[in-house]
């Protein structure tokens, strides 16, 4: 079966004919007549070039921009990391960590000093040839002490970054990091050209296979396929317009009218009948979204670890999955490490709706009922006001009175996030725990969104990067769970999948990636039209 999918692959991909396909089949055993089929099949699934992509996204607003530092929200993700830009590493559709600018790496046996193999002769936009001290410029500009960089913290172990030659870098960590090419494959490592300012970076100018045309943050982006991107099969569409559409409901009436072929969050209560809609299809991916609630344990009354789990206790997330999610999410357990991760705590016993369990937490804070307000907007993700009502009425029968306050959609992120004591909000997948834990939870992580501070667990992730032996490691991230589940300060009720919607002319892989929405972001590259 292995044998015969990836003949299946590399069929797809061109990297074989039809005959050579035909012929590996009939070794394998496989008639003549099912051999065909199957080519049929994924000759259809061939990616095919050409027409104008119309994307609606939510999650825009005015306060965006194009610096990879700072790139918190969708629809800039979408543009630079997912339309103008490539880091050094991809994260495949399965998680995996793929050569992307660079061409291959090794490590030493303690993994603490990594070399990167450049590709050669890849352009940026403007004309210039990529270059050894690009890279190094790309990745200390996270670097810096005064950066504000979401990648920081995961950049900080490195000691020292220099050129082998003009097509390798040789990058040196403190300590040993089993998960560092993870860590250039994030969406904001993106390599962009020596000397450029953050000015600059609204120029968007990158290795990536669209060149931009027109940005006009929190409204609209327009790509132009880049000529010269060096990635076979990849930037199929002539030119990609994204229009930001915050309101989910004015989202899917674009698509069901045809101003737009993709839409991203599709509104969970409505999914069924997009999918039975003439000429509309769902995709959808698996790939641990956390459906977060951060509490701000230095703020009262968060700050009291008694008053978090009486919270954590009052959330009925069953049906929450059903009434919000409608099956397209799995339980949390107040930890970000999905059920499908190897790292997963499996023995760690699942939080469970206890109103009384609530009441008991209260009394040990000193408490017979509790006051709070929980700030929240669909800008976090679809259904969110709705999941923060929800809580509201589930947290009545321990005693807890939650305020909800609906915020403006628009600058979400940057007056409400971080800000306010309780917010409704949501994290992307991962393919490590390293890759959330650090950027995270730790002491020093830059969206410690919970401001909680815990030695034990600063220790252990760090540790746990550099342990070489595997078993062991997964140990240490399941006393990290632990932590995070008895005294984190977010409620992690649920991971939900991701689900988009696009027109049926719109053509997929066979794997989309699950981490965020639209495939990653790759949607603009991965994706085509049918004809």
């Known amino acids: 079966m292995k044998a015969m999918k990836r003949l299946e692959r590399l069929f797809e991909k061109g990297n074989i004919t039809r005959r050579e396909f035909m012929g590996g089949m009939a070794a394998l055993g496989v008639s003549l007549t099912t051999a065909s089929l199957l080519a049929n099949k994924a000759q259809a699934a061939t990616p095919k070039r050409g027409g104008s992509l119309k994307v609606g996204t939510s999650d825009g607003s005015t306060t965006d921009a194009l610096n990879p530092a700072t790139l918190n929200q969708e629809m800039p993700m979408q543009i630079s990391y997912g339309q103008l830009r490539n880091s050094l590493v991809e ?53 810096k002490e005064e950066s504000k960089s979401v990648i920081n913290a995961l950049v900080k172990p490195i000691t020292e970054i220099k050129a082998d030659g003009k097509h390798a870098v040789v990058i040196t960590l403190d300590s040993g990091n089993v998960f560092f090419p993870y860590v250039l494959g994030s969406a904001r490592a993106q390599i ?35 000529p010269n991107f060096w990635k076979p099969g990849g930037s199929n569409f002539d030119e990609v317009e994204t229009l930001v559409i915050n309101d989910v409901n004015s989202r899917t009436s674009a698509l069901k009218t045809g101003q737009i072929h993709i839409m991203n969050r599709v509104d969970l209560r409505t999914a069924h ?62 930890h970000s490490v999905h059920s499908a991760s190897k790292y997963h705590a499996k023995g760690l016993p699942q939080r469970q709706y206890d109103p009384e369990k609530a009441k008991f937490y209260l009394k040990k804070a000193g408490l017979s009922k509790l006051n709070v307000q929980l700030h929240a907007s669909d800008s976090a993700f679809t259904g969110a006001v709705d999941a923060a009502i929800l809580s509201k009425e589930y947290a009545k029968k321990a005693g807890i009175e939650i305020e909800v306050v609906r915020t403006p959609d628009d600058g979400y992120w940057s007056h409400t996030w971080m800000k306010k004591p309780w917010c409704m909000s949501y994290w992307g997948g991962r393919p490590t725990p390293d890759a959330i834990f650090s950027v995270r939870f730790t002491s020093d992580a830059p969206y410690n969104d919970c401001f909680w501070y815990h030695d034990r667990f600063d220790k252990l992730v760090v540790s746990a990067r550099k342990e070489l032996d595997e078993s062991r490691r997964i140990e240490m991230y399941a006393e990290m769970q632990e932590i995070l589940n008895m005294e984190g300060g977010p409620v992690i009720p649920l991971f939900k999948w991701q689900v988009d919607a696009a027109t049926t002319k719109i053509k997929t892989p066979p794997l989309v990636g699950g981490q965020f929405g639209l495939d990653y972001f790759r949607y603009a590259d991965r994706w085509w039209f049918e004809s």
Do not use: C
Not at 95 to 118: C, G, H, N, Q
Not at 126 to 131: C, E, I, R, V
């Open 273 to 334: 009948l997009l999918e039975k809609a003439p000429g509309l299809q769902l995709i959808t991916a698996s790939g641990g979204t956390n459906v977060d609630m951060p509490m701000r344990a230095d703020t009262a009354p968060f700050n009291d670890n008694n008053v978090r789990l009486a919270i954590k206790q009052s959330i009925d997330r069953e049906h929450m999955a059903k009434s919000i999610f409608h099956g397209y999410a799995e339980l949390g357990n107040d």
């Open 192 to 226: 962009v050209p020596k000397g450029s300012t953050v000015a600059d970076f609204e120029k968007g100018i990158g290795t990536g296979p669209y060149i931009l045309e027109h940005w006009e943050p929190g409204v609209r982006a327009l790509v132009r396929r880049n």
């Open 91 to 143: 994260w495949g559709p399965d998680s995996s960590a793929i050569p992307e600018l660079a061409e291959s790496w090794d490590v030493t046996p303690d993994a603490k000093k990594w070399t990167f193999k450049l590709r050669k002769g890849i352009e940026f936009h403007n004309g210039k040839t990529m270059d050894v001290e690009d890279v190094i410029y790309s990745i200390n500009f996270h670097r």
